[in-house]
C-alpha cells in the first residue's frame, strides 16, 4: 500500500475508534437489568370486608415481578443501609379461589349463610417503591405459604410482599406510603360467585370489586357477595 495511502488509513482508525469506544459505553450505560419474577401458591388467606370481619379464606397462586428502574438519591430510602437507593417497578397477580365463612358478615353489607366457593382475581400493575438494595432475587420468595386463616405480618402481606426479594435489611419507602412500598392506584380485587355456585339459589350470582380505583368496595356500584339459602333468593 503507498505510504499516502496508509497514512490515510491510520488517521480513519483512529478517528473511528473513540466513535466505536463511546457508542460502547453508552450501550453499556443503557443497559436493562432484566426483570425478576417469583411465584407463591398461598392458602388459606383470610380475606376481609368493609364491615371489619374476615369473611373467606383464599387459596391462590400469587406471581409477583420486580423491575429495577434506576438509582435515586439516598434521602429516598432513610436510614439506607447500603449508601444507595434505588427506584423499583413491581406488578403482582393473583389467581384462584375464595370460600366464603358462614355465619360471617358479607363483604360490604349482609351475612353469609354457607360456605361456598367462587373465584378471585387481581393484583397491581403499577407499584413503584424504593429500595436500598440494587439486586433482587426471586429464591427469596417462599414457593408455597399456608397462612392458617391468620392475617399475614411484615413481608408477607400484600402491600409488602415486593420488600421478600431483597435482604432483610434492605430499607423501603414510597410517597403514598413512607417506610414501605406502595401498591399503586390501580391496585384492586374482584370476586365471583357465578350462577349454579349456589345450588339452594342457582339463579343468583354475586360479584363484588375491591379496588383502589373505586371506594375499595364500600359502595353499592362495588357490588357484594351473598350466601343466602333457599327461603331468601334473589
Not at 41 to 57: C, F, H
Not at 112 to 140: H, P, R
Request: glycine share 8%; with cysteine.
Amino acid at each position: 500500500m503507498p505510504r499516502i495511502l496508509r497514512l490515510l488509513a491510520f488517521a480513519l482508525a483512529a478517528a473511528v475508534t473513540p466513535a466505536v469506544a463511546a457508542s460502547a459505553q453508552a450501550n453499556a450505560a443503557t443497559t436493562t437489568i432484566k426483570p425478576v419474577t417469583a411465584t407463591t401458591m398461598i392458602s388459606a388467606r383470610p380475606d376481609s370486608g368493609v364491615q371489619g370481619n374476615n369473611w373467606a379464606l383464599d387459596r391462590f397462586a400469587r406471581e409477583a415481578t420486580v423491575t429495577f428502574v434506576r438509582e435515586v438519591a439516598a434521602t429516598n430510602c432513610p436510614g439506607t443501609d447500603t449508601g444507595h437507593c434505588y427506584l423499583w417497578r413491581a406488578r403482582i397477580f393473583d389467581n384462584g379461589v375464595f370460600t366464603t365463612i358462614a355465619g360471617q358478615l358479607a363483604p360490604r353489607t349482609g351475612s353469609l349463610d354457607q360456605s361456598l366457593a367462587g373465584l378471585m382475581q387481581g393484583g397491581t400493575g403499577n407499584e413503584q417503591f424504593y429500595s436500598s438494595w440494587k439486586t433482587a432475587k426471586a429464591s427469596l420468595v417462599p414457593a408455597t405459604e399456608n397462612d392458617h386463616g391468620q392475617a399475614a405480618t411484615g413481608r408477607q402481606t400484600t402491600t409488602n410482599w415486593v420488600e421478600q426479594f431483597f435482604g432483610t435489611s434492605a430499607v423501603f419507602n414510597s410517597t403514598a406510603n413512607p417506610g414501605g412500598p406502595n401498591l399503586g392506584s390501580d391496585a384492586g380485587w374482584t370476586y365471583t360467585l357465578n350462577f349454579l355456585a349456589n345450588s339452594a339459589c342457582p339463579n343468583d350470582a354475586y360479584k363484588w370489586v375491591d379496588s383502589a380505583a373505586g371506594q375499595w368496595g364500600s359502595v353499592a356500584v362495588d357490588g357484594n357477595i351473598l350466601t343466602p339459602n333457599a327461603a331468601d333468593c334473589t
